[in-house]
């Protein structure tokens, strides 16, 4: 008996290991993949904008997306929140929340995937509130770092976020941290993510009283109808298809 005992705790074991060899492997492959595609990126020269010399066509795609944007049209943008992880392209399909679910840049399966912007958002022109997503990973990649700001003092030392799209540059400010779930198809309540543009200035009120209202603390921050805003949206395990976003205006 206790060699029986012995034999399936050594099995377990050994798929246990198995499995973690195979994650760490996966995640050092995804971290390769992920410095390859920021060796793509240009440096700017000069002060030009863009891949037009003059710089003066806001179509033209900005010079230092350029080559990734070559590699794959679908690259939208990119995110960065400075002394985190996070930064990285941001992908975007009209109509498609799927592909780079578990697709890395190189559209390659990645647990991760990596960060897209909601297919029901419009890029051109720009939806007043373009919505990211990105996983939650365990070794602090993808928008995994977003859980710090449930601290107002991360947030006090983490207020700007860079979001460039391929056409502008970006800078964007926090002014909301929420938590919230993923409702089912039939349940009523205030979805943030479904919430892309506003028809009007009430309507637009009434999205920011919902955000007020789950809020984690106060930011200082006010918005008014016409500012543009970013959220960053990934998930939250505290409850059942648990959520978290943090909100952000565009600024500069």
Known sequence: MQIFIFIIALICFLGSAGYLGKYFWERHV???????????????TGNSDTNDETGSDNSEV???????????????????????????????IKEDNDTYLHSNFNRE???????????YCSMDPLSENLVIYGH?????SMFQPLMNYKEKDFFESHKTIYFDTLHEKG???????????????????????SHFDFAD????????????????YDTGETVVYGDRLITLSTCEYSQEDGRMAVIAKKID
């Open 62 to 92: 900005l010079q230092r997306y350029a080559r990734l944007h070559e590699e794959n049209p679908d690259l939208a943008g990119w995110i960065q929140i400075p002394d985190t992880t996070i930064d990285y392209p941001v992908m975007y």
């Open 30 to 44: 995804s971290a390769e993949n992920m410095n390859d595609i920021k060796s793509l990126l240009v440096e700017e």
């Open 171 to 193: 800078t964007y400010t926090v002014v909301a941290v929420i938590l919230s779930r993923a409702l089912a198809e039939e349940e009523d309540g205030f979805r943030y993510y």
């Open 136 to 140: 939650h990973m365990n070794d602090n």
């Open 109 to 119: 399966y990645d647990a991760a995937g990596v960060p897209f912007i909601d297919g």
């Open 201 to 216: 200035e009430a309507e637009f009120n009434d999205y920011m009283n919902n955000i007020r209202q789950m809020t984690l």
